[in-house]
T-cell receptor
Framework: KQEVTQIPAALSVPEGENLVLNCSFT??????LQWFRQDPGKGLTSLLL?????REQTSGRLNASLDKSSGRSTLYIAASQPGDSATYLC??????????FGQGTELSVKP | DTGVSQDPRHKITKRGQNVTFRCDPI?????LYWYRQTLGQGPEFLTY????????KSRLLSDRFSAERPKGSFSTLEIQRTEQGDSAMYLC?????????????????FGSGTQLSVL
């Protein structure tokens, strides 16, 4: 049974700092891994999707990596901004598209 | 608006009442998912459809819960005899299968959710 864990649960950083969010999963037989952003009381916004055959994906200041052998993914945010404050969720997908989510990391970027 | 839409945004009900939520997916997506999220937790999978076929149901989906997607377009999630433990955000998402729409690349697109409060 797939289990996804995110560390830390919460993170506070000053504006401009680079940061890394961590995600681990127990079953390496994933189809893809996705990172989402969620603002309070809102739905989820897809940030990056890494196929199981890929090692990383980049979008603007975001870079996500995937290491299936160790069951880990990281989300790197460069030059953080207050607008990046949100909860970040990672999710491992099977081939049917069913996602198993971690608990999320609540990020606060202080001006 | 071409995103996933959910209705209503908020629902307050009394214990024992039935409630129904609606989800309209992105029109070209044939996969539709329902998730439930409680405060401080990640979303939990409930069920998913490919077109009108319900392909998987979580054990979280007790017999009080039923989901339908009669014409392979919108979907409804009904909860009968609501309990206080049903209070949560109910999220709907849609996606395209592999290779169908390369630009969205199997990403799940979520609606804003329906926040259910059972008193």
């Amino acid at each position: 049974k797939q289990e996804v864990t995110q560390i830390p649960a919460a993170l506070s950083v000053p504006e401009g700092e680079n940061l890394v969010l961590n995600c681990s999963f127990t079953d390496s037989a994933i189809y893809n891994l996705q990172w989402f952003r969620q603002d309070p009381g809102k739905g989820l916004t897809s940030l990056l999707l890494i196929q199981s055959s890929q090692r990383e994906q980049t979008s603007g200041r975001l870079n996500a990596s995937l290491d299936k052998s160790s069951g880990r993914s990281t989300l790197y945010i460069a030059a953080s901004q207050p607008g990046d404050s949100a909860t970040y969720l990672c999710a491992a997908s099977n081939q049917g598209g069913k996602l198993i989510f971690g608990q999320g990391t609540e990020l606060s970027v202080k001006p | 608006d071409t995103g996933v839409s959910q209705d209503p945004r908020h629902k307050i009900t009394k214990r024992g009442q039935n409630v129904t939520f609606r989800c309209d997916p992105i029109s070209e997506h044939n996969r539709l998912y329902w998730y439930r999220q409680t405060l401080g937790q990640g979303p939990e999978f409930l069920t998913y459809f490919q077109n009108e076929a319900q392909l998987e149901k979580s054990r979280l989906l007790s017999d009080r819960f039923s989901a339908e997607r009669p014409k392979g377009s919108f979907s409804t999630l009904e909860i009968q005899r609501t309990e206080q433990g049903d209070s949560a955000m109910y999220l709907c998402a849609s996606s395209s299968p592999p290779g169908q729409i390369l630009t969205t690349n199997e990403k799940l697109f979520f609606g804003s959710g329906t926040q259910l409060s059972v008193l």
